[in-house]
């Protein structure tokens, strides 16, 4: 059955939650929304994920303004579990036109797809169980998922997330000349029992160096690194603190946080969520990989580069990677040379 967007009149997004499905996550998914919205603007869309999962209906909602009709919390079951979960759940009696399944757990797509009434896309067996081709995906996680809006024709979007007005004049009247140069330092992590942090003495260290060369270093902290905040103050003066000095009644933190990162002229963040927002806002991002994969979470952003723990010794311990390697390659990335 050939694919016409005319006939698409409603859209399920499938999106599993699993316990470490984080901000970071989420924000990787965005992207292919952002695609599907191009090629089915009218279409009615639900997403559909699993509990406890809010993120799109709580701090990310405003990335999905006006392109997602309905959020379903949808309880997930276990990946063995063949009880039919799926048809008797919150869309039981319900069909849809085009169903995107975004996990690739087989019995999970097995359930799902009797939900789609003309096209089913899933990367599940490779595609396989897909009403159209889909292009073989790559490793990383947003551009993996943008396969399955390649097979409906959709180009690949770029960086920025689009975001409503409100949130780019406040990240204005924060950075007014973005012709200065200012450079994101995001030390922080939202699991650091997973050992994901590079030393924060670096990572203050590497802002000092911004400052002295005429760059405004913006420290990008939140409420999970309260007690860095103080130290972080008194070692970097003149460092620009989104969280908490700017916060604007009536904004969502995150999504003000990505339209800051429009105006940065670049930044270096932990694999974590703060290296996902400064690439929704569309900038230049250098990311520090130990215990997680450096290709599926590579941000999706306006230019990328990487450091890897491994690299520096064979360990996954963060602190193996150098400072002076991390000074270098966010310096390489700053003046426009992409690196791997």
Not at 10 to 19: A, E, N
Not at 164 to 181: C, E, F, K, T
Not at 297 to 307: D, T, V, Y
Request: proline letters at 11%; hydrophobic letters at 45%.
């Amino acid at each position: 059955m050939a694919f016409d967007p005319a006939r698409i009149a409603s859209v399920l997004v499938y999106v599993s939650s699993d316990p470490d499905d984080a901000i970071g996550e989420n924000l990787m998914k965005l992207p292919m929304l952002h695609a599907l919205r191009a090629v089915l603007p009218s279409a009615r869309l639900t997403w559909a994920h699993g509990a406890p999962n809010v993120f799109l209906s709580g701090p990310l909602s405003p990335f999905v303004e006006g392109r997602i009709d309905e959020i379903v919390s949808w309880p997930d079951w276990g990946p063995d579990d063949v009880s039919g979960s799926a048809r008797i759940g919150p869309l039981k009696g319900r069909r849809f036109d085009l169903v995107i399944d975004t996990q690739e757990r087989l019995r999970r797509t097995l359930m799902v797809r009797p939900l789609a009434r003309r096209h089913f896309l899933s990367l599940a067996w490779r595609g396989r169980l897909s009403t159209l081709r889909v292009p073989a995906p790559p490793r990383n996680l947003p551009r993996r998922l943008l396969a399955l809006t390649r097979a409906l024709g959709a180009p690949d979007p770029d960086p920025p997330i689009a975001l409503p007005p409100a949130y780019h004049a406040a990240a204005a009247a924060l950075i007014p000349d973005p012709r200065v140069p200012h450079v994101a330092i995001a030390p922080g992590a939202g699991a650091k029992e997973k050992r994901k942090c590079w030393p924060l003495d670096r990572f203050l260290e590497l802002a000092r160096r911004q400052t002295g060369r005429g760059r405004v270093p913006v420290l990008y902290l939140g409420p999970g690194e309260a007690d860095w905040l103080a130290h972080a103050r008194a070692e970097v003066p003149g460092a620009l603190f989104p969280w908490p000095d700017h916060r604007p009644p009536g904004l969502k933190g995150i999504a003000l946080d990505a339209a800051i990162a429009s105006r940065l002229a670049g930044g270096v963040a932990n694999c974590a969520g703060p290296g996902h927002i400064l690439g929704a806002g569309g900038a230049r991002v250098l990311s520090l990989f130990g215990p997680t994969d450096a290709v599926k979470f590579l941000p999706w952003a306006g230019a990328n580069a990487s450091l890897r723990a491994q690299d520096f010794g064979g360990t996954a311990e963060m602190d193996a990677i150098p400072l002076q390697a991390v000074d270098d390659t966010l310096e390489a990335l700053l003046a426009g040379r992409h690196m791997p």
